[in-house]
């Protein structure tokens, strides 16, 4: 089980001790540093000055929003990183949900999630490829664009660069069934957003058909304290806000994960307290036995138990939520 530094996508502006974490982890070996986007900071700009900063940790992006960029876009941000950093990025992506893409970045969101992703993938995988002009007969994504407002000029046009990499790695992340399904058959990996080491039943049939090499990385809190419920407290603020948040009422991604993990009242509660504007009763009401399943918290000896959990499944990859030096070396001495 490699392990990868999750950074996430800023707050209220730069997080300063970024690029000193990444340089740390590069130094005790990690694997590779992930940013992440939602309606502020991009994912691509800070990973490129992490790039220009380190010289061997991969670089990934966990997650890109496709709704922010066409899928050729993308994949020419992608090839673009990828030749500036010698081959180390990696192609994380995710549909989002209705609130965010149909309120910030004002497109509709796709009556056939499943659909949409699998054309964004495949634009995708063509622009990599070089192999011909890019064509798709899509609903989604068609190319060249082909609506009833077209113009009909439109050209079919493969990338003036050649891809560094027509193998360049693409990642989903996906938390439906379906969605994870469609993951191991059409991406080299799967970004699960919550991953609990005591259900992985969940997911053991529809990861029976990955094949050799596929990446299952999970995002986890990880923090070395003293008190646990004091180091849980962050896990519960995020996911507070994920579940009570990011997503309306009677669709909410995040808050059906948690119902399929067993805490369906739960999940149903934090919501009802968050969407009332209870956002501090919302972040009390999630269990702390959940937010401690999904993340690695406490001290050395008890991160080093539970971690022998996470090596036992089918996670490739542990990516670390981890605010400071001294838990990415606590972390990188207990994987070692």
């Known amino acids: 089980m490699r392990l990868g530094l999750a950074l996430g996508y800023w ?39 992490l790039a220009a900063h380190t010289t061997r940790i991969a670089l990934g992006t966990a997650v890109a929003q496709m709704a922010a960029r066409t899928p050729t876009a993308t994949a020419m941000q992608a090839l ?19 609130q965010v893409v149909e ?16 054309e964004y993938v495949e634009v995708i995988r063509q622009v990599l490829g070089r192999a011909a002009p890019v064509r798709l007969d899509g609903r989604y994504h068609p190319h060249p664009y082909a609506g009833p407002d077209a113009t009909g000029l ?37 970004l699960p957003l919550y991953w609990s080491p005591s259900r992985t039943e969940l997911y053991q049939e529809t990861l029976a058909d990955a094949r050799d090499g596929f990446m299952v990385a999970p995002m986890t809190q990880v923090r070395v304290c003293t008190d646990v419920a004091e180091g849980l407290k962050p896990v519960k603020a995020m996911l507070g806000f994920y579940i009570g948040g990011m997503g309306h009422a009677a669709r909410n991604f995040h808050a059906d994960l948690m ?26 009401a999630v269990p702390d036995a959940f937010a ?9 000896e008890r991160i080093a138990e539970r971690l022998e959990l996470w090596r036992k499944g089918p996670i490739t990859d542990l990516l670390a939520l981890a605010p400071d030096p001294q838990t990415l070396r606590v972390l990188a001495e207990l994987a070692g």
Do not use: C
Request: cysteine-free; charged content about 25%.
């Open 80 to 98: 673009t990183l990828d030749h500036l950093s010698g081959g180390r990025m990696m192609l994380g992506l995710g549909l989002s949900g209705p």
């Open 11 to 49: 707050g209220r502006g730069p997080d300063p001790r970024h690029l000193e974490l990444a340089q740390e982890a590069e130094r005790l070996g990690y694997h590779s540093v992930w940013t992440a986007e939602s309606w502020g900071s991009d994912a691509f700009t800070p990973l490129t000055w």
């Open 154 to 190: 439109g050209k079919p046009l493969k990338p003036i660069v050649h891809p560094l990499r027509a193998d360049l790695p693409v990642l989903l992340g996906a938390e439906g069934p379906k969605n994870i399904a469609q993951t191991v058959r059409i991406a080299d990996g799967w």
């Open 259 to 284: 119902a399929r993990f067993g805490y369906e009242a739960e999940a149903r509660r934090v919501q009802e307290l968050f969407l009332a504007g209870r956002r501090a009763e919302a972040i009390d």
């Open 103 to 118: 309120g910030w970045y004002g497109r509709p969101f796709p009556k056939s999630p499943l659909t949409a992703t699998r």
């Open 292 to 300: 401690d399943e999904i993340s690695l918290v406490g001290p050395r």
